[in-house]
């Protein structure tokens, strides 16, 4: 730990050594049992003690590549349909990601929720309801599968999904495949990935990371024997994923049923919902669910766009959407490390935070923004150098969509090296207890701005910029978003650390 890091410890940790002991306190000196088994565990106190450089390396490792596993199922089998079907495969997918996004919000829903309420009641060592909890959340995944095998099994349902994906009617039958095998196969989703966290509740991160790594691995050698080898197209692609999946969710239950020592297990006894612990998950997905659904919402707007002003263009409808598709996946993936640097920071800022210890705050934000920022930079640098061949790695192979894919890449991700900055900094809001700005800054950038803009610039832009017309306007509304939303973010920052200034002071004043 540095000079300056022992100097804020001291300052900031009230000295309790003349204090007289209470009597809770005096007990736990008669009863060394009871001192060890109330003391917060070293683990969890060394958050406020470490080197901050170490702990961020220590914590962001797992969580960084357990995101990019995570958002790689959709760039797999985007290079493989892409390979084997051209701009038809590519334009399948994009119509199917907004139901794809939905199925990810309701694992979510119940995955997340359940996990937090989980991690509350192991913290309180009552182990008996957290495995109530898990329980709970296999029903609830049970029970969604079922409405979504339902909805699958509509005609007029999945007519209503494609029409609000706009699919036109070369694209319709193979996103209407795509989207009914994954709806089949939802329980492996919702179990594979959003049971999967329970692991890492369970303190085995590097057991939660395998599990999804398994079933990425798995999606990847299912894709190209159903896709490539076989030729099964959408098929292949969409059993692959499922394939991948059920490697997962079977690594899950196995660690839960089979697997010896575990903090938690599932029993059939907890399987039975009860009514005050399934609306305390729903309560606690609800704002990843909501999030995630607004994304959905989101991309069926940007498709219909897509095909509106794409059948305008010398393109088409058909290859604006897969030009879109293959952009908005590469975007997703960026982003995906840099989430896992902000997850990874949380538990430090909040620990410190609830500990008071500022100095300790405002080192762990800048140095998560700096780390993130670094990464950013690297991949702004890759894209703007590399798009034609990240492109052509899509099987985009028409020239005119190829070049007109990567300009619209560099001009989508123009303002990346900034986006570390607002997506750790709206995630500092959420680790400090103050979740109402959290949702706000996390929802500028990808609903608050990026809705209006897509509604407003294919009419505005091509008045001001006679050079682009409304398809490129799609485009151009994601750099906009983003440099709104960052400047947003800073104020929000800036305000937030007048205030651990005030505090720290107060401290200071006070001698506490």
Excluded at 8 to 17: I, K, L, N, R
Excluded at 163 to 175: E, G, I, K, M
Excluded at 278 to 301: D, E, K, S
Excluded at 438 to 464: C, E, G, H, W, Y
Aim: charged letters at 10%.
């Amino acid at each position: 730990m540095s000079n300056d890091e022992s100097k804020s410890h001291t300052t900031e940790t009230p000295d309790s050594s003349s204090a007289p002991a209470s009597a809770p306190e005096a007990r736990d000196a008669a009863d060394p049992a009871a001192s060890a088994a109330a003391a917060p565990s070293a683990r969890v106190t060394r958050m406020g003690t470490e080197s901050i450089p170490r702990l961020i390396t220590e914590f962001a490792i797992p969580s960084v590549v357990g995101m990019v596993v995570n958002g790689s199922y959709n760039i797999i089998d985007s290079v493989f349909l892409g390979h084997a079907m051209g701009e038809m495969g590519l334009s399948a997918v994009t119509v199917a990601t907004p139901a794809m996004i939905v199925f990810m919000a309701l694992s979510m829903l119940v995955g997340t929720g359940g996990n937090a309420l989980a991690a509350l009641r192991l913290g309180e060592g009552n182990r008996d309801a957290a495995e109530r909890a898990l329980g709970n959340v296999i029903t609830l995944s049970l029970v969604l599968w079922a409405l979504v095998v339902v909805l699958a099994l509509d005609p007029a349902a999945i007519d209503a999904v494609l029409t609000l994906s706009s699919a036109t009617d070369d694209v319709r039958p193979y996103a209407r495949t795509f989207i009914q095998i994954l709806c089949y196969g939802f329980i492996l989703q919702c179990i594979g990935m959003g049971v999967n966290n329970f692991i890492r509740t369970a303190g085995a991160p590097n057991r939660a990371l395998g599990t999804m790594a398994i079933g990425l691995v798995a999606a990847t050698a299912f894709n190209y024997w159903f896709v490539i080898l076989l030729g099964w197209g959408v098929t292949g692609s969409a059993l692959a994923t499922l394939a991948g999946q059920a490697c997962s969710c079977g690594a899950v239950l196995w660690y839960f049923l089979l697997t010896k020592g575990v903090p938690l297990r599932l029993r059939v006894s907890c399987l039975r919902p009860a009514r005050r612990v399934v609306g305390t998950i729903l309560a606690f997905g609800f704002p990843g669910f909501a999030l995630q659904a607004g994304a959905a919402l989101v991309n069926f707007l940007i498709n219909y766009q897509l095909v509106k002003y794409g059948a305008l263009s010398p393109l088409g409808a058909e290859d604006a959407l897969a030009s879109i598709g293959v952009v908005q996946r590469i975007g997703m993936f960026t982003i995906m490390p840099i989430v896992g640097v902000s997850i990874s920071i949380q538990p430090l800022l909040g620990y410190n935070y609830g500990a008071r210890k500022i100095g300790r705050v405002r080192t762990t934000l800048w140095l998560g923004i700096a780390g993130a920022t670094v990464m950013c930079v690297a991949e702004w640098a890759v894209v703007m150098l590399l798009a034609g061949p990240i492109v052509a790695a899509f099987g985009i192979s028409h020239d005119g969509l190829a070049d007109f894919t990567a300009f619209a890449l560099r001009i989508w991700l123009l303002l990346l090296p900034f986006i570390g900055f607002q997506i750790v900094g709206s995630n500092y809001f959420q680790a400090t207890g103050q979740p109402a700005k959290a949702i706000f800054l996390t929802l500028t950038r990808q609903i608050i701005f990026l809705v209006p803009l897509v509604m407003l610039l294919p009419d505005v832009l091509p008045s001001v910029v006679p050079a682009l017309d409304g398809l490129d306007a799609l485009y151009v509304a994601a750099p906009v978003s983003d440099f709104l939303a960052i400047f947003t973010v800073g104020v929000f920052l800036a305000w937030e650390m007048r205030r651990l200034r005030r505090m720290r002071a107060t401290r200071t004043e006070t001698g506490a």
